[in-house]
């Protein structure tokens, strides 16, 4: 079984910040590329940024400048730092993670629970 946990979400002001913090567990054969991705209300699920082992990372246009992402390959862990937040990034946060586990021959993608994050005055 392999399962994602994320934490680090909340309610921040206009101009505040957040870090999210995901951690991959289980039984892990390989893992590639993790990344977090958003949902708001009435909206589909979009990439926010991914990073891959090598170090590459990749975000959306709408964050650039603004977010984050880093991780740790050794511990399977992403974190994604969020900076001068604002109201349009209100959305439900979810870690993804393509890994190959002990029992498989090959990757498929995992989600973390979700965490949410709410930019308000």
């Known amino acids: 079984q392999v399962q994602l946990v994320e934490s680090g979400g909340g309610l921040v002001q206009p101009g505040g910040s957040l870090r999210l913090f995901c951690a991959a567990s289980?039984?892990?054969?390989?893992?590639?590329?993790m990344g977090w991705y958003r949902q708001a209300p009435g909206k589909q699920r979009e990439l926010v940024a991914d990073?891959?082992?090598?170090?590459?990372?990749n975000y959306a246009d709408s964050v650039k400048g603004r977010f984050t992402i880093s991780g740790d390959n050794a511990k399977s862990t992403v974190y994604l730092q969020m900076n001068s937040l604002q109201p349009e990034d209100t959305a439900v946060y979810y870690c993804?993670?393509?890994?190959?586990?002990?029992?498989?021959?090959?990757?498929?993608?995992?989600w973390g629970q979700g965490t949410q994050v709410t930019v308000s005055s």
């Open positions: 993804k993670a393509k890994i190959r586990s002990s029992s498989a021959t090959y990757f498929r993608d995992y």
């Open positions: 289980g039984s892990i054969f390989s893992r590639s590329v």
């Open positions: 990073i891959g082992n090598g170090g590459t990372t």
